[in-house]
């Protein structure tokens, strides 16, 4: 039996509020992703996993040492450390001659591979290289999708749904203006993805609504969709089940 498949009984009261906070619940956890570096990671790789995992701070793991095996060659160690550090998110980064530059972005079910798309990085600024103010760690972004793909493709619908899973941040019942304060632009162009990263300021119009203007802040990514790995349609419909007790009663 796997180290960690079998059942744990906890010595300590610390030990038995980690176990609490790992147990099936109707209004699920915050979701965490894992960003993991291949064993043959550039620099242009490793600095998109930091830059994701700066956005995505203090929801993320970033895992320093390198792992050689692919998501797409075997989902073994994957499955190793969404159990560990109970991320149900992931971002694996590679590059070689086949697939330079490489990213696999995907989301896990039970601890298990549910959905994985590989994308291409073409073009990448940092956000070191943009000079301009920065967000405070843990905001939660808006996210906007530009494209008939994103609609039309089942790949891209896919994706879609993926990157929302992946940036969302926590629920909230309540917003307020000042609250608003970045965006992640997402547009599908030409067989192009194109990843864009805006601070949000508000400024004075004369009048009750204040004017908008967006100011790129990074990163910057321009990809290219390459494999997929998505889950059947039944498996998919029983990954997004609504437990009964959260559905709206009928009067």
Do not use: W
């Amino acid at each position: 039996m796997d180290t960690l498949d079998r059942v744990v009984k906890p010595k300590t009261k610390r030990a038995k509020r980690f176990l609490e906070k790992r147990e099936p619940k109707l209004n699920e956890n915050i979701k965490n992703a894992m960003l993991i570096k291949g064993g043959n990671a550039n620099a242009t790789v490793t600095k998109v996993l930091k830059d994701v995992y700066a956005l995505k701070k203090p929801y993320g793991v970033l895992y320093k040492k390198k792992n050689i095996t692919g998501p797409f060659e075997d989902q073994t160690s994957l499955e190793f450390f969404s159990k560990k550090s109970d991320c149900s998110l992931f971002m694996f980064g590679s590059h070689n001659k086949k697939r330079p530059n490489n990213l696999v972005i995907g989301r896990m079910y039970d601890y298990h591979v549910l959905d994985m798309i590989e994308l291409g990085i073409e073009n990448f600024v940092s956000l070191k290289d943009i000079k301009n103010s920065k967000c405070p760690e843990g905001t939660k972004p808006m996210l906007i999708f530009a494209g008939d793909d994103f609609d039309v493709t089942e790949d891209y619908r896919r994706l879609k749904s993926l990157l929302i899973d992946f940036f969302r941040g926590p629920t909230v019942s309540n917003i307020r203006l000042a609250g608003l304060e970045y965006v992640l632009h997402f547009t599908a162009l030409n067989g192009k993805i194109y990843f864009r990263s805006y601070k949000l300021l508000l400024k004075k119009s004369g009048c009750r609504t204040p004017r908008i203007e967006l100011e790129e802040m990074g990163p910057s990514l321009d990809l290219v969709l390459r494999r997929t790995h998505l889950a059947s349609d039944d498996l998919y419909k029983l990954s997004m089940k609504m437990p009964k007790a959260l559905k709206p009663k009928k009067f």
